[in-house]
């Protein structure tokens, strides 16, 4: 097995980055206008991407707009460097962008992440991309696309607190744990993405830079670093993360999300860090 | 006297070559309800979608005398404004209920929409809003978490209405509220909105075909044919006394029982 860390000559057949110039050109004007704009949809010419929707084909777009030879990538899966999407895609811009990977989470200048944030802190400079499936966070309470565009112009989100509200009405809490919405810098409702809400707080005010591709639907959104992201709540219900009375089965750790996994056959169970670069480092 | 709630000054609505409303004009009054009788395709929803902007008219005016705004023409209004009239100040109920109701989520959850779009964050004092104004319409409090799809027609009738009145809005459009219900039902309706239209003074427009319905209901009555006002008095004078033939065609054309 090819060692995937190791820099590459990047492949002639391709455009630097897979991407031509154009379409690179014209995502970076969506970004802009996303970064411009905190928290808004901004559309653009999804391309067809060497990888089925669903797998990261928006998160791989913005990647490919925004790397350059000097970058150092880090791609991330529900928190692994090691599962086959990750590593797929690491590879496929270790092969066409000639540039340095990693799984360090200090050493990324690029991390590209479904399904989770880093536990470590990110630092000034770095840059977040959201693999996005559904980027409306109204959508499931209105269907209609005019409809929720005309929600977002006018700030009508009342709809957003009347789901959290049948939710403690019918469970006793908001019950929601991934994908939990957000409000960005006071104005805009954004779906993060579908993170656990653990992971929500990390948005908030972070130094990095979050950019949101989502390829099927053809959006990309940013949260700016340092802007404020607020997950929605009651004033009696206040929001929370979740917890867990158990600690990482490898490093001990108590603060990071964890993994359930059912290791025999008589359901005895583990909790594991979700994020192995974190796991790991602390075992070291 | 105060300025009349809302007037509407020759409202006009075609649809191609065909007329839906023409030059109907009229003032509404603070406490006030009026009644829009008529066959069906007379033009009534047609001009309650325009009054209440839902519709744009092609001439006309309609004037709206607001509580913090002063006097507005409310389809000179951005839509960001109207929007706000119309789930604070306004209500609106439908005579299919399902159009008027979120089918997905619970009674409560319905009712509270419109507290949570004008800011309400305290999920007790909503839930507690909700169960004041399950009761007010007579449901049991027991049904608050239940969905309007579980519910008798009747009831998610009661339902809308409860939840377009959470906010105390001072006008509320009515497009046949108690139409394809059965009588007994209708009657628990009527009652209930005459209650709640005496208790919290509110002004109302109110289209039906049923000519009782606007006996029980109404203050005015103006009758509309083929997309022009015929006749317009008190309730009384317009049903005792029809001076236009279509009204007394109308009248007469009332079943016997």
């Not at chain 1, 895609?89 to 799984?103: G, P």
């Not at chain 1, 802007?227 to 206040?238: A, G, I, N, R």
């Not at chain 2, 005398?65 to 951005?78: C, K, N, P, Q, W």
């Not at chain 2, 960001?80 to 989520?105: I, P």
Request: proline share 6%.
């Amino acid at each position: 097995m090819p060692d995937t860390n190791a820099p590459q000559a990047h492949d002639a057949a391709y455009n630097y980055a897979y991407l031509d110039e154009q379409t690179k050109r014209m995502i970076r004007r969506a970004i802009l206008k996303a970064v411009a704009i905190p928290g808004y949809q901004v559309p653009f010419g999804g391309r067809e991407m060497p990888l089925p929707y669903g797998w990261g084909t928006g998160g791989i777009q913005v990647t490919a707009a925004i790397i350059g030879r000097d970058d150092t990538l880090k791609v991330i899966d529900q928190g692994a460097d090691d599962t086959t999407n990750a590593v797929s895609i690491r590879r496929f811009f270790a092969r066409v962008a000639d540039v340095a990977t990693t799984t360090k989470t200090e050493e990324a200048t690029i991390i590209q992440t479904r399904h989770r944030v880093p536990e470590t802190p990110l630092k000034e400079g770095q840059i977040l991309v959201f693999q996005v499936p559904i980027p409306e966070p109204l959508r499931m309470l209105e269907p209609r696309e005019t409809e929720t565009r005309t929600l977002h112009a006018l700030t009508e989100y009342g709809v957003m607190q009347v789901s959290l509200y049948e939710s403690i009405a019918r469970h006793g809490r908001i019950s929601k744990g991934y994908n939990y919405p957000v409000l960005v810098n006071g104005r805009y409702m954004m779906s993060p993405s579908p993170i656990p809400k653990f992971d929500n707080p990390k948005l908030d005010r972070n130094p990095a830079l979050q950019l949101y591709g989502a390829g099927r639907e053809k959006r990309i959104y940013a949260v700016p670093p340092y802007t404020p992201v607020k997950s929605l709540d009651f004033d009696d219900h206040p929001f929370e993360i979740e917890r867990w009375t158990e600690c990482c089965a490898y490093c001990g750790s108590t603060e990071s999300f964890l993994d359930e996994m059912i290791v025999d056959d008589q359901g005895k169970r583990l909790f594991v860090c979700s994020d192995t670069d974190f796991c790991e480092s602390r075992r070291k | 006297m105060t300025a009349p709630l809302l007037s509407a000054r020759a409202v006009t609505k075609r649809f191609g070559n065909r007329v839906a409303c023409q030059g109907v004009s009229f003032d509404l009054w603070p406490g006030e309800v009026l009644g829009v009788v008529g066959e069906s395709g007379s033009g009534k929803t047609t001009l309650l979608n325009c009054l209440a902007g839902r519709l744009a008219p092609d001439e006309g005016t309609v004037e709206y005398e607001t509580a913090v705004m002063g006097t507005v023409d409310i389809h000179r209004l951005s839509e960001a404004r109207r929007r706000l009239l119309a789930r604070t100040e306004w209500g609106f109920v439908n005579q299919d209920a399902r159009e008027g109701l979120r089918m997905g989520v619970s009674a409560g959850a319905n009712i509270g929409e419109r507290l949570m779009a004008i800011g309400a964050r305290h999920y007790g004092n909503i839930r507690q809003s909700a169960t004041d104004w399950l009761e007010r319409v007579e449901i049991d409090f027991d049904r608050l978490d239940d969905r309007p799809t579980t519910y008798s027609g009747g009831m998610r009738q009661r339902l809308q209405i409860a939840r377009n009145l959470v906010s105390e809005p001072r006008l509320v459009f009515m497009d046949e509220p108690t139409g394809g219900l059965d009588v007994s039902v209708q009657a628990r309706i009527l009652d209930l909105l005459r209650g709640l239209v005496d208790s919290f003074h509110l002004s109302a427009v109110l289209v039906t075909h049923d000519l009782g319905v606007a006996r029980l209901l109404t203050h005015r009555l103006m009758v509309m044919q083929g997309g022009q006002v015929v006749e317009e008095g008190l309730t009384d004078q317009v049903l005792d006394d029809p001076h236009h033939a279509y009204t007394q065609m109308l009248v007469a054309s009332i079943l016997p029982v």
